[in-house]
């Protein structure tokens, strides 16, 4: 089987689709698996490390809405279509499956072209403009969210890498903790914003700290490569673990109690995978789809919310520090997360490649 992935930019679009070309090759070791991107993504560094062909295409810069005139295919996007056809072309594609963002609307309109299937992965509420493309062409749709308004949506879940989707926190907390340097015996909050780091938490935290230490909490912060100078904190406190970058997040999650973190689809998924509760920093730019991620986490009592203009010191001392000190509570909301987490979308969508490829085959005659 030959599956073309496309989705670039940022890891919520990557790693998806990198955790169903996992799960694909678990599959079938034999399975051809080729990502599109481009030269400005994360895809550049993320694909080749996991071992996957990368084809580069044009970038092109996109409207934010659906026009007559981005249908009519000016311009750059045309030599971004022609390119990713030219893929499809030389792997013989049995099908594209996209995941969002710039690389996935010129992947549809090639994969329309050369009436290659089509599946569309939303990981978010709101659809973004490639994907609300690329669900006209296709029946082939798998969100995240219920409430996705995009057309023949099936609920699948996000696909996680199986570090993630298959770490037991509790029986790896001691070792987790021993690895950062941590105390076995102290609860532990973990705060983190992504890949590069959050500086509204990051400062909130920093303000924190003092009280946290003196009520017998642990921290593990991982500030980001760009914000690594920042906390005024002393760097060898055995209380207070700060790091620039951390390329083991299945630890630091079961080396946690609670986090504090942005929303972002894929971290919300891990989070309610791992069962790990937290509270939740929406990024305030954007069409506030990261809201919207944490919402139903927070109705359901695995979380708790606070938009960043109103995280402070304050509201950590008043929010996060009575919870962290009842143990009790914590072992509620960690069970009520991991209620709302999906471990198994990569082995779900994984199977949904195999179905509409054997359909075409059986329909092609192949």
Not at 222 to 243: F, R
Not at 271 to 287: D, E, F, K
Request: glycine share 10%; charged share 20%.
């Amino acid at each position: 089987m030959r599956v073309v992935l496309a989705g670039g930019g940022t890891a919520g679009h990557i790693e998806p689709g990198l955790a169903l070309a996992d799960a694909l090759r678990r599959e079938d070791p034999g399975v051809q698996v080729i990502c599109l991107g481009t030269e400005r993504g994360l895809e550049t560094r993320l694909v080749p490390q996991r071992g996957y062909e990368l084809a580069l295409i044009p970038p092109v810069p996109l409207p934010r809405t659906l026009t007559p005139r981005l249908l009519t295919v000016p311009g750059r996007l045309a030599g971004a279509i022609n390119t990713a056809a030219a893929v499809l072309d030389r792997v013989q594609a049995d099908v594209l499956v996209g995941f969002g963002g710039y690389v996935a609307t010129p992947g549809y309109l090639a994969a329309r072209r050369r009436k290659v299937p089509i599946i569309v992965h939303e990981a978010n509420p709101r659809p973004g403009l490639a994907n609300r493309l690329g669900a006209r062409f296709t029946e082939h749709v798998a969100v995240a969210a219920p409430d996705t308004p995009l057309p023949h949506a099936e609920v699948l879940g996000i696909p996680l890498r199986r570090e993630i989707a298959t770490l037991d926190r509790l029986a790896m907390g001691d070792k987790a903790r021993a690895h950062f340097g941590l105390r076995s015996d102290l609860p532990t909050l973990l705060v983190f914003g992504g890949s590069q780091g959050a500086r509204s938490l990051n400062r909130a935290l920093t303000a924190t700290v003092d009280s946290l230490r003196a009520a017998g909490i642990q921290i593990l912060h991982i500030v980001g490569p760009k914000n690594a100078s920042e906390p005024e904190v002393t760097p060898d406190d055995p209380a207070y673990i700060m790091l620039p970058y951390c390329d083991r997040m299945d630890l630091a999650y079961a080396a946690a109690d609670f986090a504090m973190c942005r929303a972002g689809a894929m971290t919300c998924a891990e989070m309610t995978a791992v069962g790990l509760p937290a509270a939740y920093v929406p990024l305030p730019i954007g069409n506030g789809e990261q809201r919207l991620n944490a919402e139903p986490i927070v109705a359901g009592n695995g979380g708790l919310l606070v938009e960043d203009a109103e995280l402070t010191a304050d509201w950590i001392r008043a929010n996060v520090l009575p919870v962290l000190s009842d143990a009790e509570r914590v072992a509620q909301m960690s069970e009520a997360a991991a209620r709302m987490g999906r471990r198994d979308a990569d082995v779900a969508l994984a199977a949904m490649v195999n179905r509409v490829v054997a359909a075409e085959r059986m329909n092609t005659g192949a």
